[in-house]
């Protein structure tokens, strides 16, 4: 089966951090850019960051930008989303996803996204 599993997600206070991960299963992760999205009840996708393919070149939403860091191990097939100093707002369901192409897209593009996981809940309150 062609997908991504995500894991990680956790319960946390705000200020704390957290580590996700994405393994691919069923196809080339290391042709694809790959992105980290969340979906907070209520609320639509958006996206978070990306990272491309080849030249690690990384899109971050300004929500987060520094605070949380992506990364990939081609060798692992497997996208990481460091999370700093959360924040209740970041509370949310996250998904990885593969972009049909090497680059990363600035937003959220659905139509260039493949192989969804099932998602990790990630919950930050007090």
């Known amino acids: 089966q062609l997908q991504f599993v995500e894991s990680g997600g956790a319960s946390v206070q705000p200020g704390g951090s957290l580590t996700l991960s994405c393994t691919a299963s069923?196809?080339?992760?290391?042709?694809?850019?790959i992105g980290w999205f969340r979906q907070a009840p209520g609320k639509e996708r958006e996206a978070v960051a990306c990272i491309s393919a080849y030249d690690g070149n990384i899109v971050s939403a300004e929500p987060v930008k520094d605070r949380f860091f992506i990364s990939r191990d081609n060798a692992k097939s497997t996208a990481y989303l460091q999370m700093n100093n959360l924040k209740p707002e970041d509370t949310a369901v996250y998904y990885c996803?593969?972009?049909?192409?090497?680059?990363?897209?600035?937003?959220?593009?659905?139509?260039?996204?493949?192989?969804w996981g099932q998602g990790t809940q990630v919950t930050v309150s007090s």
């Open positions: 069923g196809f080339s992760f290391d042709i694809y850019a």
């Open positions: 996803a593969a972009e049909i192409r090497t680059a990363c897209s600035s937003g959220y593009r659905p139509e260039l996204l493949r192989y």
